[in-house]
């Protein structure tokens, strides 16, 4: 019998997982280059970065529930063998259309595997101190990972097609597969766990048309038949989905779960991390290639201390959550990413300033995101593994995609104003930076460097409202789960 040490199986997951969370950043520094050759709109553009978080999200309750009731290591090896067919297909996409579709199959395949990561983490480790200190890596590759995305962008950019960024993924899909087979145990499923496709399909239609509306708001000539149809459509598909789930006998989501204050902290937190992790980073990186002027590798390896930090953070706070408590760690390192974007905001244009903000903002996402993943997974039945971890992710990939539709809607509807309000024209010019270089390029040089100046000026006062926006957003979320662990029941170990 083939010894399976915890800390392998571990390191296999983990490696999976390292894939599914570049995938939702790495495109921040190719997307320049993508709305170039692939000549997107400014809709597609955020499609092609959104569809992939927006699908994972809608899909996780499922797959959470596939997991429990089938086995996480099925669930595990099929979701490798998708991502890696999606990534291929994405890699060699002819129009982004069919980088639309391919992206949203790579969402398929990380959804299977997504909550199986923590449900096999959860069980390989039996010490609680160790599976504390595993949750803790665990976070620091997601937050970690996510965040360094737009550096392994940017490197491969720098040498090869754009496409690299989703083949990188073939060799580590394959080799984590092959390992997956060998070590990590297959674990028993609970056969009387449901899969429910129609309370799937309503989650997923719900996300897709809030976020349709949210994006319509920020366009410089919103349609309001676009607007109201999306909006209603959505919230009435995740009001059916929430009246099904109290309706079941044995719901996909055991709503009873949110009424531990630890629980629904760790949910708050995590939603509110990733989102403001997420949206900011995309800002971040897309000013500082298309206002500074930056190569992709470049404009990535001035936010690595935003990783780096992360990868540092996780296992410390891991180690810490016995002696302070998921709910007191998670108050105080969301306020610290609130007090690091704040710096980013008040020190912008100073490249110090800019470098430190990075680093505390990255620390605290990546301590945050541990005790987010503890006070989730450790207040819920084992039993409840896989349910538990897709709340959990759930959480991260709706707080990724609502930080770059709400952020990323804001940025576009402050620039298109402040660029009107200076006197800036082009319908081009007005919707975004990218046609408002594209629009430069064609026009006498004095004309150019007027349209530029104000372009540029305009997208800085976008950048600068969106990082106060965000830091505010994580110092309210630190006062709010502070208060509901303080009204809580006293906490259980871990929580």
């Known amino acids: 019998m083939t010894v399976r040490s915890p800390w392998l199986v571990l390191a296999i997951v983990s490696s999976a997982l390292f894939l599914i969370v570049i995938d939702m950043t790495v495109l921040y520094t190719a997307l320049p280059t993508l709305t170039r050759e692939l000549d997107a709109s400014?809709?597609?553009?955020?499609?092609?970065?959104?569809?992939?978080?927006?699908?994972?999200?809608?899909?996780l309750p499922g797959a959470g529930a596939l997991g429990d009731r089938y086995g996480h290591r099925r669930m595990f090896t099929i979701g490798l063998v998708i991502f890696a067919v999606a990534s291929l297909a994405a890699g060699f996409a002819p129009s982004s259309a069919a980088l639309i579709a391919a992206r949203a199959?790579?969402?398929?395949?990380?959804?299977?595997?997504?909550?199986?990561?923590?449900?096999?983490?959860?069980?390989?480790?039996?010490?609680?101190?160790?599976r504390a200190l595993a949750i803790g890596i665990w976070a620091a590759v997601a937050s970690g990972g996510a965040a360094l995305g737009p550096v392994i962008g940017g490197a491969l950019l720098e040498h090869f097609h754009w496409g690299a960024v989703f083949l990188i993924n073939l060799p580590v899909a394959l080799l984590a597969l092959l390992m997956t087979?060998?070590?990590?145990?297959?674990?028993?499923?609970?056969?009387?766990?449901?899969?429910?496709?129609?309370?799937?399909?309503?989650?997923?239609?719900?996300?897709?048309?809030?976020?349709?509306?949210?994006?319509?708001?920020?366009?410089?000539?919103?349609?309001?038949?676009?607007?109201?149809?999306?909006?209603?459509?959505?919230?009435?598909?995740?009001?059916?989905?929430?009246r099904r789930l109290r309706r079941s006998a044995n719901p996909m989501i055991d709503l009873a779960l949110f009424r531990d204050p630890r629980f629904a902290g760790g949910v708050i937190g995590a939603v509110v991390s990733a989102a403001a992790l997420l949206g900011v980073q995309l800002v971040i990186t897309q000013r500082l290639q298309l206002v500074q002027g930056l190569s992709p590798l470049q404009?990535?390896?001035?936010?690595?201390?935003?990783p780096l930090a992360s990868f540092m953070a996780g296992p410390v706070a891991g180690m810490m959550l016995g002696r302070v408590g998921a709910g007191r760690m998670l108050a105080a390192t969301l306020a610290v990413s609130g007090a690091g974007i704040l710096i980013y905001a008040a020190g912008f244009g100073h490249r110090w300033a800019e470098l430190a903000s990075f680093a505390i903002t990255g620390a605290g996402v990546g301590?945050?995101?541990?005790?987010?993943?503890?006070?989730?997974?450790?207040?819920?039945?084992?039993?409840?593994?896989g349910m538990a971890a897709s709340v959990e992710e759930v959480s991260y990939e709706l707080g990724g995609a609502l930080g770059i539709a709400l952020l990323g809607s804001l940025m576009a509807g402050i620039y298109s104003a402040s660029f009107a309000a200076a006197g800036g024209l082009g319908a081009d010019a007005t919707d975004s930076l990218d046609g408002a270089l594209a629009l430069a390029a064609t026009l006498p040089a004095p004309e150019a460097q007027r349209l530029l100046f104000l372009a540029t000026g305009a997208f800085d006062r976008a950048a600068g409202t969106v990082a106060l926006v965000a830091g505010l957003i994580l110092l309210a979320a630190a006062l709010w789960v502070g208060r509901i662990n303080r009204a809580g029941s006293p906490a259980r170990q871990g929580a």
């Open 42 to 59: 400014a809709t597609e553009k955020l499609w092609i970065v959104n569809a992939y978080s927006l699908v994972v999200a809608g899909l």
């Open 105 to 130: 199959a790579l969402a398929v395949g990380a959804a299977a595997m997504m909550p199986a990561t923590l449900s096999i983490i959860r069980h390989s480790f039996e010490d609680p101190d160790q």
């Open 181 to 242: 087979l060998a070590f990590v145990p297959g674990g028993k499923g609970h056969g009387h766990h449901p899969f429910d496709p129609v309370g799937s399909l309503q989650v997923l239609v719900g996300l897709v048309g809030v976020t349709l509306a949210v994006k319509e708001i920020a366009k410089p000539h919103p349609s309001v038949a676009v607007l109201v149809l999306s909006a209603l459509v959505g919230l009435a598909a995740l009001a059916l989905f929430t």
């Open 299 to 306: 404009a990535g390896l001035f936010v690595l201390p935003i």
């Open 367 to 385: 301590a945050a995101m541990t005790a987010a993943s503890s006070a989730i997974m450790l207040n819920a039945p084992a039993e409840r593994a």
